[in-house]
């Protein structure tokens, strides 16, 4: 999820682009293997120690699974696993990488990754990728993991965002899933009489509110303009973005948001959406991964919709790694276990139990139908970023995403909020 820090130097060292993930696509459904070593370490280099945030139940049993085939493999091996929710491994990363750092951690790509090479806190793993056969499967997501011609991270999956609705409520209400903005306000306009409140969330944690305004930006103003907001090129005075929050105001101005939203977490405001209180949550696949399995038939899918037909369709869709920390004690031991986690039915169980998607062309998604409609999405992507937390320098983000919970409790200080915005750019950027 992305809380998602120098920024790359160009677009298409952040964003995946769309020949890239055409190209994964294609070859979706073929089968590879990797040969590991076995048996191989001596009985005082045994212990590898996990920090992960990766705690939802799906993802945890696939992780644990893999960690007990890697033991059999390699017999004297013990895997510890120290699982954290993400919102306090966000905090706690910043301790154990220097304290006492895993032999493996899981963490977010782009700007926050750059957050820990800069401090040279992550180990470079660019020979990793040619000694385990994965260039070329994992290629299209390697420049969310690459600094300069280094490689810091091996991405896990990659996560789509969208609409996730309530099936009862737009069949009660009649409405269909909007393709248009238009057609969203008209919906959401039905849904507010009908006594339900059209957009759940929760911005306690920041973070899920951004995902309105980089979608606002990237459909009114184009991927471009978006990736020059993020390096600290583009002003946030400027009329492009005084139009994003114009835009964003309707709705808050309409009573169509979740009232006190402030006081929700992320994850908080979830079962408004599951028990028909609320219709709609811009977010990620992680509502499918808070609800139990049998909530999951009620729930549905739409992209964002469009705004301005002559704008091109760029998507949100972020990557997810792991690494080895550079005061990891058991460097050989815990390539070898990325290599084992690679390979592609235990990266296909690991995505899957998240519900987010393997980061290799080469896994079988056919027999999920909801991985299916992600990975078509990304496909039909004109372009993508990753996550406003992701894109831009992490102070600028904290700022920025402060500035979006406000604006989002009072749209009245829109000017207040984005001339804050744009001292700190030009601070930070300076």
Known sequence: MTDRSA???SNSRRCISRRALGAAVAVLGMAAAITLPTGVYAADEQTLVVNSDRSGAGQKAAMNKIAADFEAKNPGVKVTINYSDVESYKTSIRNFLVTNPPDVAFWFTGARMKTFTKRNLFDDMSGFFAENNLTNVMKPWLPAVSEGDKQYMMPTN?????????????????????ATWDELMAAAAKIKASGVTPFTIGTRDLWANALW?????????????????????????????????????????????????SSYGWQEAIPFLAQGKAAMYLLGPYVLTSLPAEAHGNIGFFPFPVIDPSVPKAEEISVNGVTIPSGAKNKPLARSFLAFLAQPDNLKAFALGGAVLPARTDVDI??????????ALAKNAQGSAQFYDRDTDPEMAQVGMKGFQEFLAN???????????????????K
């Open 411 to 429: 749209p009245k200080r829109s000017d207040t909020v984005l001339e804050r915005l744009e001292a700190a750019r030009q601070r930070i950027f």
């Open 158 to 178: 990659f996560t789509t965002w969208g609409f996730f609705y309530n099936k009862q409520v737009f069949e009660k209400v009649g409405v269909a899933p909007p």
């Open 7 to 9: 920024t790359t130097t």
């Open 366 to 375: 056919t027999g999920d139908a909801f991985a299916q409609s992600q990975m």
């Open 213 to 261: 305004f980089d979608y606002l930006d990237m459909r009114m103003n184009g991927l471009d303009f978006h990736m020059q907001l993020m390096d600290g090129k583009a002003s946030y005075t400027d009329p492009r973005v005084k139009a994003v929050f114009a835009k964003w105001g309707e709705p808050i101005g309409k009573g169509y948001f979740l009232d006190n939203a």
